[in-house]
């Protein structure tokens, strides 16, 4: 009977130092593993948010590009003839530079998941303007060249369509110019404010129009 229990008692502490190292081993399998995801995910995340704010940024050089481009138009050319009741005759073409950073609308999309979302919005708005604008520029810019031909020839004189067509288009230029320069600004500071709330220390980009 002594033999069989000294048996039995060494079979006991057998299996219990073989649970305790089992359960230690797999402990520290299943934490190392978790540790290292952990690990992986956090890096992750960290790279996606560095892509986010550098396409927030990117999105800050788009607008301060066409915005002092706007700025720039309005200063050299419009004001000094803003009052002037034959600006349509007297603005002489012009064209300012029309291949300007754009917004990358699909590296934003990680504002459509929060208020950003109508931010998003208002900033292509506010693009599409700088484009149309650009358009009617260009128009105008043909319209006005036509009608300096018409002038210099001795076979035709300005007609009245002519002019009120120039002056419709000057108009708008006008118009446009004033409704995209008041978007991109407000557009800037708002994405400014958005991307220091969103990511938290990181600093974006300032604008100040010094030309």
């Not at 349509?88 to 990358?104: E, G, V």
């Amino acid at each position: 009977m002594e033999y069989i229990y000294l048996i039995t008692n060494w079979i006991i502490g057998l299996v219990r130092q073989n649970t305790a190292t089992m359960f230690s081993a797999l402990f520290g399998t299943f934490f190392g593993a978790w540790f290292a995801f952990a690990f992986e995910r956090r890096h992750e995340n960290k790279k996606e948010r560095e892509a986010e704010f550098s396409a927030g940024k990117r999105a800050q050089f788009a607008i301060i590009t066409q915005l002092t481009a706007l700025k720039n138009m309005r200063k050299q050319y419009l004001d000094p003839l803003r009052n002037d009741p034959d600006r349509a005759l007297t603005l002489t073409p012009f064209s300012i530079h029309a291949k300007f950073p754009q917004l990358d609308i699909n590296a934003l999309g990680f504002m459509l998941n929060d208020e950003g979302a109508q931010l998003l919005y208002e900033l292509m708005i506010s693009e599409h303007r700088y484009i149309t604008l650009i358009g009617v520029l260009e128009q105008r810019n043909q319209r006005h060249e036509q009608m300096q031909h018409k002038v210099g020839s001795a076979e035709h004189g300005l007609d009245r369509a002519t002019v009120q067509i120039l002056r419709d288009m000057t108009d708008s230029l006008y118009g446009l110019s004033d409704d995209a320069i008041k978007s991109h600004e407000e557009g800037f500071e708002k994405l400014k404010a958005y991307l220091q709330k969103r990511f938290a220390n990181s600093k974006g980009l300032a604008f100040e129009y010094t030309s």
